[in-house]
């Protein structure tokens, strides 16, 4: 190995820290000097870290996902195109056995459900989303809605326990019906249904081939009329 | 329950999509620092970074190597920023490091302890764009002079160069404010 004199270990260290050739690894060992000048150079690339480090701005990496959605969904595809002549026969998933399950309430629900009082005011909200728009954000999860699953009056990017999620309001009979849709799964076996407690609102988690879909309203009428709608679909998914 | 089995065309894009999303949360931070530190304007870094990740993903099928995608996010960041401006005005490039800066920059005994961070940043905006971002494409990004010569397209030589004046220009502003105190 060449040894390495101060000049050249200085000029490396100045300029390339975080170099990592023996030489200048075996100068450092013999030279109190350059070791000292490179001691303060590592404090001073901390420092230099923590302050480039700024403060990302909140929520940067959904709008980001959004962003690219929907440009999808501007793009005329002739692989959409195609995909959209099969829409006769691509529904939403429903659920095939909707019995009641013992199984405890997994810790999504809590999520979900936390996430939707904060975000109360939505329920209130009276946009006509249209169904391209709908499916664009229910894609990402395995899912696309057929024209016969009512009004969206809200639909959006949503994150829950930092999962990007799909969040929609549907009108429903009484109240809303609030759907949200969450990459994480609740289990294994695909259409298995979990009850969702809350003193608020009476809901449902389904599992998904890819995630769980979630349903809740603060009205059961208008919760059970919904299932009713999407277990009268067909149950195909992608 | 009948199931569609995907079409390839649909599993390619649910690859590229699990692959893009993955992209997103990985460097979004690290390129939207690397826009602020461009541009000096935080939304101006949103919209850069926003841009970047659409061509990037009108792009996704010519990354070829995953690992790869970081150097290359960064470089079309790089060129977004570039388009804002309308001429490209060539700079005399110093190619070499004078020995004798070398010495006069190492022999000085800086405590970077004290240094306020706030002062640091104000520093940071007070470089010219050409020395600030290869040094922080090294720090934040973590590149070698090499790397960093490929990304902004330099010989490595002139990035060994900019980093020294960056370094040597930030330490001569927290001096003049009194952040330096030698030992």
Same mark, same amino acid.
């Given at each position: ?48 870290? *923590? +302050?480039? $480090? ?6 940067? #990496?959904?709008?980001? =996902?959004? &962003?690219?959605? %929907? ?72 899912? *696309? +809605?057929? $024209? ?6 809200? #639909?959006?990017?949503? =994150?829950? &326990?930092?999962? %990007? ?74 | ?183």
């Amino acid at each position: 190995m060449d040894e390495m004199n101060c000049l050249s270990a200085r000029r490396i260290i100045s300029t390339d820290i975080k170099d990592k050739s023996p030489a200048l690894a075996q100068h450092l060992i013999e030279c109190s000097s350059c070791k000292s000048f490179y001691e303060r150079q590592v404090k001073f690339n901390h420092t230099l870290k *923590q +302050a480039m $480090e700024i403060d990302v701005p909140e929520g940067l #990496a959904a709008r980001i =996902l959004v &962003e690219q959605k %929907l440009s999808q969904n501007k793009s005329k595809v002739v692989g959409k195109q195609r995909w959209y002549a099969m829409a006769a026969s691509i529904m939403l998933v429903v659920v095939v056995a909707f019995t009641s399950s013992l199984t405890p309430q997994p810790a999504i629900a809590g999520a979900i459900v936390e996430h939707i009082k904060d975000e109360y005011s939505i329920l209130n909200d009276n946009q006509d989303v249209p169904l391209v728009e709908l499916n664009a954000l229910l894609k990402p999860h395995g899912v *696309q +809605a057929h $024209e016969n699953i009512g009004r969206a009056v809200h #639909a959006g990017n949503c =994150l829950i &326990e930092e999962q %990007l999620g799909a969040h929609i309001v549907f009108e429903g009979k009484n109240k809303p019906v609030t759907m949200v849709v969450v990459p994480e799964k609740i289990s294994e076996n695909t259409g298995k249904k979990i009850d969702i407690n809350d003193q608020q609102f009476e809901g449902v988690l389904v599992s998904l081939q890819r995630g769980t879909l979630a349903l809740l309203s603060e009205d059961k009428e208008s919760l059970i009329e919904f299932e009713h709608r999407l277990r009268e679909s067909l149950t195909t998914y992608l | 329950m009948k199931e569609n089995t995907p079409s390839d065309g649909l599993v390619d894009m649910n690859v590229a999509e699990q692959s893009f999303e993955s992209m997103v949360h990985a460097y979004s931070k690290d390129l939207y620092r690397y826009g602020y530190w461009l541009s000096r304007d935080k939304e101006i870094a949103e919209d850069l970074v926003q841009e970047t990740f659409l061509r990037a993903w009108r792009a996704i099928d010519s990354l070829n190597d995953a690992k790869a995608a970081k150097s290359w996010l960064f470089t079309i960041l790089r060129r977004e920023n570039a388009r804002r401006f309308e001429k490209k005005s060539a700079q005399a490039e110093l190619t070499t490091l004078d020995d004798e800066m070398v010495e006069v920059f190492a022999t000085v005994d800086d405590d970077f302890a004290s240094v306020d961070g706030m002062a640091v940043r104000a520093a940071l905006k007070e470089l010219p764009v050409n020395y600030a971002e290869p040094l922080v494409l090294q720090v934040i990004g973590g590149y070698s002079c090499d790397e960093i010569a490929e990304i902004i397209g330099v010989k490595p030589g002139a990035v060994m160069t900019r980093v020294f004046r960056a370094r040597q220009k930030l330490r001569t502003l927290l001096e003049d404010e009194g952040q330096l105190a030698s030992m």
